[in-house]
């Protein structure tokens, strides 16, 4: 086999990449997996408490890294970078790397994941708007800050815990009349005394000249209404990213991939799994069942192929 050429090409080093990575490599297929970050979002939780086996939590940057070693350590070629470009032509796919390196395969998968959606109102993009909490939280350590927390889901309840460590002041702002969190994490924000709730309530824009000063909002329906921050952090969801992928493929309306119960896109030999696939559950576990599941059934095809 040519040094470019491989079994299966993986876009994603998160979960489902690396999982598919292990099953493929230790039923004996060449493998390629591409992303620049180990674990993917993993690296975004702080403590992963719902994973099986650990006691207490993992930290998602450790299980991410300990992932990615294990993959390696089973042979499969992971040179930490994204890949700009997967093709089809020929019965091959075609993957060319950040480098511009080609490489071939005839089978693929997507488990790319997802990217944390953004808000459709003004100053959005200015700076003192972030996304990850764990990340960029504890640039306001000790900085006596008020920071705000809009979503209601689990990212967002995390989000507030996490940064209820840092700022003297968190507000929790969601849209919706109630949480749509995990009982357990709703708890935890209720026994925060730093944790403020806002129900209700909708952002229309962010304010300030060269970072963001304050957040304009309106609750229940009233007047609009200033609220003083010093950074806001959005947990509003996630949504897929498929700009390398030059293969048409059926999709959702919101974008996620149509599998089938094999997890095969519409394009034959191209699988996904993961958070960027068309689920109902979105999980680290799942997302580890999908990898496994699609390195099995690309196996299948190789072997229906020959």
């Not at 979002?41 to 930290?59: A, C, D, K, S």
Request: overall charge neutral.
């Amino acid at each position: 086999m040519a040094e470019n050429q491989y079994d299966l090409i993986i876009i994603g080093t998160g979960p489902a990449g690396l999982t598919a990575a292990i099953y493929g490599q230790r039923m004996g297929m060449k493998i390629a997996v591409f992303g620049d970050t180990p674990g993917g979002n993993l690296n975004m939780i702080e403590n992963l408490m719902n994973y099986p086996g650990f006691v207490g939590g993992i930290p998602g940057t450790q299980f991410g890294v300990t992932m990615f070693t294990q993959a390696q350590k089973e042979g499969a070629v992971l040179p930490m970078a994204r890949l700009n470009l997967l093709s089809h032509d020929d019965e091959q796919f075609m993957g060319i790397g950040a480098d511009s390196r080609q490489y071939f395969a005839p089978t693929a998968l997507i488990a790319c994941g997802v990217i944390p959606k953004t808000l459709d109102v003004p100053n959005v993009n200015k700076k003192g708007v972030f996304h990850c909490s764990l990340c960029d939280g504890p640039f306001f350590r000790n900085k006596n800050a008020t920071l705000a927390v809009i979503g209601g889901g689990n990212m967002a309840g995390q989000g507030a815990l996490s940064l209820s460590k840092f700022a003297k002041q968190v507000i929790l702002i969601c849209r919706g009349d109630n949480l749509k969190m995990e009982a357990v994490t709703k708890k935890a924000i209720e026994k925060q005394n730093n944790i403020h709730l806002l129900l209700n309530t909708q952002v229309v824009s962010f304010t300030g000249q060269q970072q963001i000063e304050g957040i304009l909002v309106i609750i229940r329906g009233e007047e609009k209404k200033k609220i003083r921050v010093n950074g806001a952090f959005l947990a509003i969801g996630w949504e897929p990213r498929l700009d390398m992928l030059d293969i048409p493929v059926e999709t959702t309306p919101e974008g996620f991939i149509k599998t089938d119960e094999k997890l095969m896109t519409s394009h034959p030999g191209l699988f996904a799994a993961g958070d960027v696939r068309d689920t109902d559950m979105r999980q680290v576990i799942t997302a580890c069942a999908d990898g496994a599941r699609a390195a099995i059934y690309a196996l299948e095809f190789l072997q229906r192929m020959k």
